[in-house]
């Protein structure tokens, strides 16, 4: 079946950027996202780009979808310990089917 | 208030027991979907509804069942639980169409003892 695939941990030191990776199989898929997930909370939208785009930014968010390599990032400028969370990338295709990756779990270091 | 509300928040139960995780929503949407979450298996699909005539099964549906009472109302059954359905489970909403970005609950943590 179809995958998104991240890294389970990323650690930073506030003020430093944050890059988390995503990758996925789904050849068809039309949108890709980025969720934050906070301690005790459910799952918020940070940002989605289309597929067809390659670069959405959005304050401090940067997100680049590589769509040939099937390889989506999301770069957070200025990281403050506030960012510190679960961020998961998602895909969904023309059906709304919506896969999940694991979750990046961000630490961010005073 | 919450768009997506979930409730219990927060329950331990024994095994073979039956337990019932309600979720509602205030958002209009017609799409309703239950998942599961596992640390580093991320979300899992269980059961997921289109409309309140529409009932499909997702990746992990064995042991679990599903009513959608109404369009805001969409409950997931663990009819005999078991310790590997511990887990944190989230309820989530979507509408047609858009970006199908997908809005969730706070979470129900169940423990199965």
């Known amino acids: 079946g179809e995958d998104v695939e991240q890294s389970l941990f990323l650690s930073v030191r506030e003020g430093d950027s944050s890059v988390i990776n995503c990758t996925y199989t789904?050849?068809?898929?039309?949108?890709l996202y980025w969720y934050k997930q906070e301690p005790g909370a459910g799952l918020q939208l940070l940002t989605y780009?289309?597929?067809?785009?390659d670069m959405k930014q959005d304050q401090r968010l940067t997100v680049l979808l590589n769509k040939k390599d099937k390889h989506l990032s999301l770069r957070i400028a200025d990281t403050q310990t506030g960012d510190s969370a679960i961020y998961f990338c998602a895909e969904s295709n023309s059906n709304n089917d919506m896969r999940f990756g694991a979750g990046t779990r961000l630490t961010v270091k005073p | 208030d919450a768009d997506v509300t979930q409730t219990p928040r927060n329950r331990i139960t024994k095994t073979g027991k039956r337990i019932m995780l309600e979720c509602s929503q205030t958002k209009g949407h017609d799409r309703m979907y239950w998942y599961r979450q596992d640390p580093g298996l991320g979300l899992r699909l269980i059961y997921y509804s289109f409309d309140v005539k529409d009932i499909n099964k997702g990746e992990i549906s064995d042991g679990y069942s599903v009513s959608r009472q109404a369009q805001a109302k969409f409950s997931l059954s663990l009819e005999s639980a078991i310790p590997n359905q511990t887990a944190l489970y989230f309820c989530a909403t979507s509408d047609w169409g858009g970006s199908g970005e997908q809005f969730f609950g706070p979470g129900t943590r169940l423990t199965v003892l």
């Open positions: 789904d050849s068809s898929s039309t949108y």
């Open positions: 780009i289309f597929s067809n785009m």
